[in-house]
Nanobody
Framework: VQLQAYGGGLVQPGGSLRLSCAASGLNFRIYTMYWYRQAPGEERELVASITQEHDTNYLDSVKGRFTISRDNIKRTLYLQISSLEPEDTAIYFC?????????WGRGTLVTVSS
């Protein structure tokens, strides 16, 4: 299983980005997929998840600002992040629990700063 997140960058407060995560080595469509993030000096936290049925869940602090989605044909997971705040600065990781093992992709850095 390989996961590769990309799309991060430097953005001003109030700005938007779309993060993507390309997945390979698994039957992507049947797995719940996750976005996590880790801010400097902080624990990694779950930001959003999306099931096989496209049911979604979000961290309270990002509800209404972040949208998780998936394209099963492209085997790609997305996270649309909007109304960004400095507190959203973090490395964002995609993740899947595959056969009892949690796989982490290489993260993508989002920096929110004026």
């Amino acid at each position: 299983v390989q996961l590769q997140a990309y799309g991060g960058g430097l953005v001003q407060p109030g700005g938007s980005l779309r993060l993507s995560c390309a997945a390979s080595g698994l039957n992507f469509r049947i797995y719940t997929m996750y976005w996590y993030r880790q801010a400097p000096g902080e624990e990694r936290e779950l930001v959003a998840s999306i099931t096989q049925e496209h049911d979604t869940n979000y961290l309270d602090s990002v509800k209404g600002r972040f949208t998780i989605s998936r394209d099963n044909i492209k085997r790609t997971l997305y996270l649309q992040i909007s109304s960004l705040e400095p507190e959203d600065t973090a490395i964002y990781f995609c993740n899947v629990l595959y056969r009892g093992i949690r796989f982490w992709g290489r993260g993508t850095l989002v920096t929110v700063s004026s």
